[in-house]
T-cell receptor, first 115, second 107 residues
Framework: GAVVSQHPSRVICKSGTSVKIECRSL??????MFWYRQFPKKSLMLMAT?????????EQGVEKDKFLINHASLTLSTLTVTSAHPEDSSFYIC???????????FGPGTRLTVT | GIQVEQSPPDLILQEGANSTLRCNFS?????LQWFHQNPWGQLINLFY???GTKQNGRLSATTVATERYSLLYISSSQTTDSGVYFC?????????FGAGTTVTVRA
């Protein structure tokens, strides 16, 4: 149990376009989910936290208008990178906290390259 | 946020060797997780261990919450154990990650 899928696994887009990343918990329901980004050879940095049906809470320094999060249901969340620029190129990873526990389960990640 | 320090930053092992990875944290926690990040970037849950000791095959972990540290033991290491090991902690839902330990196991 506790499987999280993320789609796409890899995307290349042109500067100025928008990209949507989808994250699903496949076999459990979660009220809270998280988006992280990771630069090469670096650790994960939390971008935002969201609860189902509520607006996301963004970490300091993360632009909410650039990184749009929609937590549509107990099993689905999306991250849209709007007007992407080369500096947005990164590895984006989602996670869910299973209901009733603090333990988080992570998706396989999406590697975004903006040209 | 909670500060997390992992040591050593890099570890090179000969296949079959044992090793210990350490995670120190700066505040009390209700969540501590150990992960293995494989070469494709997937974070694999190893242990959810805010306190106590757990074992899973060749891996085991111990968290001493009162002294704010956790240890991950790898026994009889294999080449497939190579990768980055992360410790992450929280006292709410937000995980703070350490910088990781890069483990290389040589055949």
């Amino acid at each position: 149990g506790a499987v999280v899928s993320q789609h796409p696994s890899r995307v290349i887009c042109k500067s100025g376009t928008s990209v949507k990343i989808e994250c699903r918990s496949l076999d459990f329901q979660a009220t809270t989910m998280f988006w992280y980004r990771q630069f090469p050879k670096k650790s994960l940095m939390l971008m935002a936290t969201s609860n189902e049906g509520s607006k996301a809470t963004y970490e300091q320094g993360v632009e909410k208008d650039k990184f749009l999060i929609n937590h549509a249901s107990l099993t689905l969340s999306t991250l849209t990178v709007t007007s992407a620029h080369p500096e947005d190129s990164s590895f984006y990873i989602c996670s869910f906290a299973r209901q009733g526990t603090y333990e988080q389960y992570f998706g396989p990640g999406t590697r975004l390259t903006v040209t | 946020g909670i500060q997390v320090e992992q040591s050593p930053p890099d570890l090179i092992l000969q296949e079959g060797a044992n090793s210990t990875l350490r995670c120190n944290f700066s505040d009390s926690v209700n969540n501590l997780q150990w992960f293995h990040q494989n070469p494709w970037g997937q974070l694999i849950n190893l242990f959810y261990i805010p306190s106590g000791t757990k074992q899973n095959g060749r891996l085991s972990a111990t968290t001493v919450a009162t002294e704010r540290y956790s240890l991950l033991y790898i026994s009889s290491s294999q080449t497939t154990d190579s990768g980055v090991y992360f410790c992450a902690v929280s006292n709410d839902y937000k995980l703070s990650f350490g910088a990781g330990t890069t483990v290389t196991v040589r055949a």
